[in-house]
């Protein structure tokens, strides 16, 4: 396709966590991450190129205190159940950390003119006594046999916790139906630079395999891209189903002047190329806290498949 961009450079400048979804009319959406964390912005494109200029368009902006006034975070738009979602993290101005999992449900066919309402918190099975209790963000959904599932990092434990990865089917856009199932846990020394983490995931189908992606270590040049692979045929909330790579499949490459590569999102451009959408820095060098420092870009990296698998490699 003739691109206004270039494969594993900054596309889209100080917008982090970035997430496209192609609706099944074609059209590109784009959502992420604004530095201020204070809103949720979309932009719609006919072309995937075209969302690098595409106009900004806020949806939805924090509230003054209580639930959903700081750290809006990780934005995603979906659609499922004949409707339009975004799944979000934010916290309280009361408790900047007090991060929850939220929802905005659509009132129209047009995401980005019609009225979007919020669903509040997402709600948990009636069973479950434990999700959303702690620190909880980074929210995907995703479709398999006709059902839909929801994964999400929460972190537990004491001290500085850990972020784990967690699974659950889902009832309707913004309520869980089972119980949640640990996915991932950061086992390795490559998920445990400053931080224990685990979040961010993003999932794709192809071969009758589902691949997640995810993210580890804390948001610097450390942070990094991890999979685990399940069957398509298999119990999804069956942890025993899904395999965990061992080491990362996607990390900072100084070669390539790209530091820190995580939160990613997939899809695909107009000739049906696969495209991993992901953020990262080019420089080493962070001045202030990584958090809140805005230079985490959205990138794009065209990416194929061998034996069966996703094979991300910046020299494509």
């Known amino acids: 396709m003739d691109k206004n961009f270039e494969f594993n450079k900054p596309w889209i400048l100080q917008r982090a966590d970035p997430y496209v979804y192609r609706h099944t009319d074609g059209k590109y959406y784009f959502t992420a991450s604004v530095p201020a964390y204070d809103q949720i912005v979309l932009r719609c494109s006919d072309t ?19 639930p959903m006034s700081e750290h809006i975070w990780a934005p995603e738009i979906h659609y499922l159940f004949g409707k339009w979602y975004i799944y979000f993290a934010g916290g309280e101005k009361e408790d900047v950390w007090k991060i929850r999992p939220y929802v905005l449900e659509c009132q129209g066919d047009d995401p980005m003119t019609d009225p979007w309402i919020e669903k509040g918190k997402m709600q948990r099975a009636a069973t479950d006594e434990f999700s959303f ?3 909880s963000l980074d929210a995907t959904v995703f479709e398999n046999k006709g059902k839909w599932y929801y994964i999400w990092a929460e972190k537990t434990g004491v001290g500085k916790q850990i972020s784990n990865l967690y699974i659950a089917q889902m009832e309707n856009g913004y309520t869980l139906c089972t119980d ?12 445990r630079h400053g931080f224990w983490v685990n979040e961010g995931p993003s999932v794709i189908k192809r071969n009758g395999k589902i691949f997640m992606t995810y993210s580890a270590s804390d948001t610097g040049v450390n942070y990094c891209m991890g999979m685990l692979t399940a069957d398509e045929d298999s119990d999804l909330l069956d942890p025993l189903s899904w395999k965990k790579e061992r080491y990362p499949v996607l990390a900072s490459s100084a070669e390539h002047v790209v530091y820190g590569p995580g939160h990613n999102s997939f899809t695909v451009d107009e000739e049906g190329n696969d495209i991993l959408v992901y953020h990262a820095r080019t420089e080493t060098e962070i001045e202030g806290n990584p958090l809140y420092n805005p230079n985490r870009h959205a990138m794009l990296m065209k990416f194929d498949w061998v034996d069966g698998r996703p094979d991300f490699n910046y020299d494509r």
Do not use: M, R
Request: no cysteine; charged share 30%.
């Open 48 to 66: 995937l190129e075209g969302l690098k200029d595409a106009a900004e368009h806020e949806v939805w902006h924090k509230h003054e205190s209580g």
């Open 133 to 135: 209790e702690a620190f």
């Open 180 to 191: 949640q199932v640990l996915l991932t846990t950061p086992d390795y020394d490559w998920e």
